[in-house]
Structure formats: C-alpha cells, structure tokens
C-alpha cells in the first residue's frame, strides 16, 4: 500500500474514533468538504502541509499521523475519543524503564507460538500473533514496543491491543456515499459508479476499521500452505468448496413420462456472501496435522472420505463432485457433513489430514453487521445507489482475498474457499429447513437458487432482507419446464 493510501486509511480511522464528519475535519484544516472529499477518494493528492495540519487537529505529530492506522489510533489523546458507544478496552502500556529490545537480540528471544487456538466469539481470547505472519500493509512505521509479561524464564512479548472504536462503522459507509454524491452534483449514475470503483480498498478500510478493539491480532500474510497454491498460473487450487448443481432426478424423469405435474416456484437467497461472513475462519498461519479428529475451536482445509449419501430427495453438502475417494474440503463443508451424519442423512466423513489454526467465528462480525445495517436502511429508503455499493463492498472482498492483484492488503485464500463455501451451507441448509418442513425440494444449484414445491412462505419469510428470500419465478414440472 502506498503511503497516500495509508493516509486515507488512517484518516478515515481516526475520524471513526473522534466521530468527527468530513465538514469537522476540513473545517479544522482550512479546507473545504468537497476539497476533504475529493483527498479522500484519491482525486487529488494530500499535500505535506496538509499532513501537518491533520497532526496538529488531532494532536500527534507528522510521523505517527504517516505510521499507519494502528499507530496513530494509539497516539490518538483519550480525550479526543467520543465515548459515545465506546467499547471497554484496557490497552497494554510500555513501561517507562524499558527500552526497546534491538532487532538483532529479538532473533534470540523465546519465539512465541505460532498460534493459539481461539474460544468462540463470545469469549475470544488473545493469541500472540505467529513470528512467520507479515505485518500489516497499513504499517508504514514500526509501532511501540509491546509491554512485557512479568519478568522470568517464560517471558515473552505480549501485543497491545486496539484501541476500542468510538464510532459506529455504518457511518464510514453513509459518508463515503454522500461525499461521492457531492462529488458527482448528485448525478446518481456517477455516484454509483465511482463508488463500485473504489469498493475494494473501502471495504478493506472498513475490515481495518472493524478490528479496532479486537482483542487479537489476525495474519494478514500467512505462509500459504502447498495445497492452497495454485497448480497453475491461471488454474485453481485443490479445494472443492461444495458449489451446488443438483436437481431431484427421480422427479424430473416421473415428469417427462408425464406421470406428474407440479408447480415450482424458484426461490433467491439474499446477498448469499453477505450472510456467509458469518463463518469460522483461521486467525492464524495454517499448521498441518493427520488423523481422524475434528477440532470446533480450529478452522481450515481437510482431506476427508466423505463416506456415502443416503438420502437422494435431498442434495449432498459436497456440491455437485461425480468423482469418488478423499477430497480437500473446507470447514464448513466438513462441519456440514458431520451435521448430516448426526442426523443420518449420510455415513460419517474420516479425516485423513487437516491444514487448520486456532479460529473465530466473529472475526468479519463487526463488518457484516455494518453492512447489513446500511443495506437495510438503503432497501428501506429505495436508495439503488448504497445498494450496489454495499453489494459491490461484500462482494469483491470475498472474490479479492485470495490471491487478486486488486487486493494488495491481504492473501488469505483460505478465507475465501471458506467464506464461499459457507455460503453453499446456507443454501443447503435452507434446503433442509424446506424438506423437514413438508416442501418438495426440486433443484438447488448455484449461490443462491433453490426451487421447491409447496407452499413455502408458510417456511420462509419474503423479502430483500438477509433472513428473507425472493420469489424469482414460477414455473410447472410436467408441463412448461
């Protein structure tokens, strides 16, 4: 990340954390909105002059304001903090009597492990981050040297934690819209446009944004493990992520001998990856392990025997795969099929070996939440404009995580096989709600599509919003198919 690109990333966080609006700042700094605006969005360049400015506002000087969001959030005075929905966060002071370890000695230093397995989000604890794992990209200088434990043969560093955020993240992505819509002279079209186009490094300020006051430090870089790599420059790795492409055979082959007619209606998921950040991903590098035992506190890749399927009214969570034998697949999947076992739907997965790390399930939490909040009040409001900003956000942070030279803040593309195979879960699982609740279900394939027969709004509440779904058609197997 270049360092005007940090700078945007650190003004946006601080703003967050004083709950000042662009007017506030530009006020401060003897500019004008649309002029803030403008530097914001990467229009026009930050001058040095106004770095000093921005300093002096929030109290800091020049070189913490250019270190990176973290720094500068942690230079940032208390007073300066709104406490208005402020979080309870106790921050890990450097003692004054201890100076900073040189490089060179830290080599020798006690390594800290490479990860530690995470309590559910609930209760999450602390790991130390693993030495392997890169810095973040927003770093631009060296942060404070962390507290140390209590002196002995067993001491190690210890990261201080975020600070809390002050503000609520929603507002990052109302004044982003309105300062693209002030940009554009109101014109719609050009607002959107402009907007879908800075979506990625948005919702990567926004992630950043949401893990102030995260009480560990996730690896933004990992070493990725071989079988996450691709095998190939343009082809995939090895994981299947469980894409659903299946229809009820024996239905389809009674219809075209014309021994049944059914209606069908088709049903649409609502911002399937938007719901499927919800999920449990690895905080750390991946670490390999063999035999057959799952870990719930773990996340990551496994090869697994899938075993057999015993119910064909129903679709498989392992997607449309026609080959036999193990497979790699991925947390959900796996958690899936062990769900499925339980209830007899299938003969039990084996576990032959796992590339896992101590995991969270709330990790994205905080971001989904504020998405969710914004496309809310943006259906509410029939503005189409936030609307396909938000999509875009959500949408493109899953597809660039990976490996994508649009995305220059993150690899982890563990996270993404993860995240879209959550979302194929979802829809299995509405599937499975629609069977047990009486309904035919006739096809499931895709992200988002399920088509069932009944009548499913005594099952599924309509609309656009997450937990609803949309009828996208209606159509009659045995006659019109």
């Known amino acids: 990340m270049s360092t005007e690109e940090t700078l945007r990333l650190t003004v946006a966080a601080l703003m967050q954390l004083t709950r000042e609006r662009q007017p506030d700042v530009a006020a401060a700094i003897g500019l004008t909105q649309p002029q803030l605006s403008r530097r914001q969005s990467g229009k026009s360049a930050w001058t040095l002059s106004d770095c000093d400015r921005l300093a002096a506002h929030w109290g800091m000087s020049t070189l913490d304001l250019l270190a990176g969001p973290t720094h500068a959030a942690g230079c940032l005075s208390a007073a300066r903090r709104s406490s208005a929905g402020a979080q309870t966060a106790v921050l890990l002071e450097t003692p004054a009597t201890a100076p900073s370890a040189p490089r060179r000695a830290a080599s020798t230093a006690t390594p800290a492990p490479a990860e530690t397995a995470a309590t559910p989000a609930s209760a999450e604890t602390a790991p130390t981050p693993a030495p392997a794992a890169v810095a973040p990209a927003s770093s631009a200088a060296p942060a404070p040297a962390p507290a140390l434990a209590a002196v002995g043969s067993s001491s190690v560093p210890r990261t201080p934690r975020r600070g809390a955020p002050a503000g609520p993240l929603p507002d990052l992505i109302r004044d982003r819209v309105a300062a693209a819509l002030t940009e554009a002279g109101g014109d719609a079209d050009v607002a959107q446009a402009a907007l879908i186009k800075r979506a990625v490094p948005d919702v990567m300020a926004l992630f950043a944004a949401s893990r102030v006051g995260g009480r560990y430090e996730h690896s933004e870089f990992p070493p990725t493990a071989g079988i996450l790599q691709k095998r190939s420059q343009k082809g995939a790795d090895a994981i299947w992520e469980g894409r659903p492409k299946w229809r009820s055979a024996d239905l389809h082959r009674a219809a075209r001998a014309g021994h049944i007619t059914m209606d069908v209606t088709a049903l649409d998921m609502n911002a399937a990856y938007l719901a499927a950040l919800k999920t449990w991903l690895p905080i750390g590098k991946l ?195």
Not at 419 to 447: C, D, E, P, Y
Not at 448 to 458: C, I, K, Y
Request: charged share 25%.
């Open 287 to 481: 670490t390999h392990s063999e035999g057959d035992r799952h870990d719930p506190k773990r996340s990551g890749v496994h090869l697994v025997d899938p075993g057999e399927w015993l119910t064909p009214d129903l679709p498989s969570p392992l997607g449309s795969r026609q080959e036999p034998g193990p497979l790699w697949i991925t947390e959900p999947t796996l958690r899936a099929l062990i769900r499925c076992a339980g209830m007899d739907l299938c003969t039990p997965p084996k576990i032959m070996e796992s590339w896992t790390s101590g995991a969270s399930e709330g990790l994205l939490e905080k971001m989904r939440r504020a998405l969710v909040t914004v496309r809310d009040e943006a259906i509410a409001n029939n503005d189409e404009v936030t609307t396909e900003y938000v999509k875009s956000m959500y949408s493109k942070f899953v597809s660039t995580i990976g490996e994508s030279a649009a995305n220059r803040e993150i690899r982890r593309p563990d996270w993404m096989h993860i995240i879209r195979s959550q979302a194929f879960v979802n829809l299995w699982l509405k599937a499975h709600k629609a069977h047990k609740a009486g309904l035919t279900v006739v096809q499931m394939s895709g992200t988002d599509e399920l088509h069932v027969s009944g009548n499913w709004q005594a099952v599924f509440p309509e609309g656009r919003g997450l937990s609803q779904v949309k009828a996208k058609n209606i159509y009659t197997l045995g006659g019109n198919e």
